[in-house]
């Protein structure tokens, strides 16, 4: 195997630059996916028959708190690479590790704001509406789950095998990921919340 040291150690070899590729294309069908959850949802929010709207269900405080633990995420784990490109493997790990944990009190948040929803009777069955809305919402949690249990194993695999161009390469890889489910939860807290909490 070639290393290249003239590049980052996620890109040193052949091999490291085409899992990157194919993971672009691999997040191009991800794009699709939610592309059309948000088209139906825009379809079908304001069919809630003789269920709540948005503007009647929807708390700015825990919209918020996600948002803000979402975004910090993602730039603690950009500290993360950094930490991984100049060899730091201690403060990658804290990095990552903190990553995951901002990510559980996202999840922690949304399953609340789930029970929430049930609480006040926005169930899947409801309406058109409450039905594309906990399933966009439940896709994206989805997504972060897995993410969750894909950088546990990251930081498992670099604390055993250390910073070689393989494990880091999927580390940057999970950092994409992760990076992308932030992108998903900006357009969710600017078109879906904020757009609702502003419907008359």
Known sequence: ???????????STEQNSLNILGFWIF???????????????????DRTGNGP?????????????????????SFIIGLGIHAMRIGNKKAMLTFFAITLL?????????????LHYGHIG???????????????????GAHVSFGLIWGLFIIMQVRKRGL???????????????HFLDVVWIFIFSFVYLKGMMAT
């Not at 901002?102 to 789930?114: K, M, Q, R, S, T």
């Open 1 to 11: 195997m070639k290393i290249d040291h003239s590049l980052p150690l996620e890109y």
């Open 27 to 45: 997040l191009g069908a991800e794009i699709v996916l939610f592309g059309t959850l948000f088209a139906s949802y825009f379809t079908l929010v």
């Open 53 to 73: 709207t948005g503007a009647e269900i929807f708390k700015i405080t825990p919209v918020l708190v996600e948002t803000i633990l979402l975004l910090t995420s």
């Open 102 to 114: 901002l990510g559980l009190g996202f999840l922690g948040v949304e399953i609340y704001e789930f």
């Open 122 to 140: 926005a169930g899947l069955q409801t309406s058109a509406f409450t039905a594309i809305l906990l399933t966009t919402l439940g896709t994206h």
């Open 164 to 178: 070689t161009p393989q494990t880091a390469n999927k580390s940057f890889i999970f950092s994409l990921y992760w």
